[in-house]
């Protein structure tokens, strides 16, 4: 399994991602589920994988190759003029290698296959921007209304996002946010797992603005783990405590 979230802010863009893939409890591997590609004072390009690592592996090697130097280039995510046509490259790109891995495993192979992904960028003269990526190639974008998208296990940390965003809230903010919510995660369900890969795209820099790879001795991440348990226990027994007696009286008034 998988956790991945990418976020937009006023100031840019911030990606986590975990770094764990497993075939069952005896099988378990640490692989990188967030790459990027830049052209300087251009554009910043990056994105985060979920689903069959074969899959994913496939997608990326093939968005790699379009990279090279210019007469080798074939649809580059490096050429496109919007951040929407590169979405579109990388949704026909899925989209094909699905297919492709399908057909060559016959009606076995359908459903094994399945991928997605999160595309985070900007390219010079627009906006940074933000999309999900499903394996049928099509695609949706962040907004005012949904301005954060996560891919694989995303049940335990979403109720963190919600209650904690604020897309005027600074960087070192949302980076502990999103610590919180990886956190919550990772105490919930063991196919998602550390090291942590942490990436921050600041507007208009058009190049890495910090990243960084958070592993089980990281002390920072650790001080969060502690104190957000600690934070939760203080304020479950900060609530008001429950009375049977009240219960009973309340329920024999409504019977009467």
């Known amino acids: 399994m998988t ?9 840019g ?15 378990i591997s640490v692989f990188r589920k967030m790459f990027h590609w830049q ?27 379009r990279t090279k130097a210019p007469d080798e280039r074939e649809n580059s995510l490096l050429e496109a003029p919007t951040m929407f046509q590169v979405a579109t490259e990388i949704g026909k790109l899925l989209r094909k290698t699905i297919e492709g891995q399908q057909s060559a495993n016959g009606s076995s192979g359908k459903g094994r296959f399945t991928a997605s992904i999160i595309l985070a ?54 980076v502990k946010l999103l610590m919180v919510s990886f956190d919550s995660t990772l105490k919930a369900n063991l196919s998602v797992g550390l090291p942590l890969d942490m990436m921050v795209i600041e507007r208009d820099a058009f190049a890495v603005s910090h990243s960084q790879r958070i592993s089980h001795e990281d002390e920072y991440f650790q001080a969060i783990s502690s ?25 024999e008034n409504k019977t009467n």
């Open 121 to 174: 960028g900007q390219i010079s003269g627009m906006e940074p921007r933000l999309f999900m990526i499903y394996p049928e190639g099509n695609f949706i974008e962040a907004s005012l209304d949904t301005p954060f998208f996560q891919i694989g296990e995303t049940k335990y940390g979403r109720p963190i996002l919600i209650r904690g965003y604020d897309r005027a809230m600074s960087f070192e903010d949302a």
């Open 39 to 65: 052209v300087p004072g251009n554009r910043m390009l990056a994105v985060m994988t979920a689903g069959n690592l074969a899959t994913t592996q496939s997608v990326i090697s093939q968005l790699e190759e």
């Open 227 to 251: 104190s957000w348990g600690d934070a939760l226990r203080s304020a479950f027994h900060s609530l008001p405590d429950f009375n049977f007696d009240q219960d009973l009286i309340g329920s």
């Open 3 to 11: 956790y991945c979230v990418g976020m937009v802010l006023d100031k």
């Open 13 to 27: 863009l911030v990606l986590m991602s975990d770094t764990r893939t497993n075939s069952g409890v005896d099988n």
